[in-house]
């Protein structure tokens, strides 16, 4: 397997101004940032996320398990995944296999498969 390492800030994009509700009504589609998935897993990691993210709006912890599970599943083990905001990380994972995207305004996700 071929690995690479992304490096990121959840809300380097985050603009000054207007409210917190303004913002996610105004960004309430999903916002691919980053990513080298094939176009298939891509709409569905990305379908995938906005479901959870929707499903459990008050825990992101809730939706985070919500994406792994079902990505296990779906495209085999082992996924790893991060809900929320103002985070930064760099992660090293399976090429092929990262999704980086924002939800609702700067809820960032962050899906990425490393076996």
């Known amino acids: ?3 690479k390492s992304y490096l990121s ?4 994009d985050k603009k000054d101004g207007g409210s917190k509700d303004d913002h996610r009504r105004l960004h309430s ?3 691919i940032r980053h ?3 094939a176009e298939e897993m ?3 990691a990305m ?28 495209f085999g083990s082992c996924w790893h995944v991060v809900v929320g905001e103002g985070f930064g990380f ?3 994972y399976e090429t092929k296999n990262l999704l980086y995207m924002f939800f609702g ?3 960032a996700i962050a899906v990425w498969k490393c076996s």
């Open 1 to 3: 397997n071929e690995y």
């Open 9 to 12: 800030m959840a809300d380097e």
């Open 29 to 31: 589609f999903p916002l």
């Open 35 to 37: 990513s080298d998935m």
């Open 42 to 44: 891509k709409t569905e």
């Open 47 to 74: 379908e995938l996320c906005v479901t959870a993210c929707e499903k459990f709006a008050s825990s992101n912890e809730a939706a985070s398990k919500m994406i792994k599970e079902n990505m296990d599943k779906k």
């Open 90 to 92: 760099e992660v090293t």
């Open 105 to 107: 305004g700067n809820l």
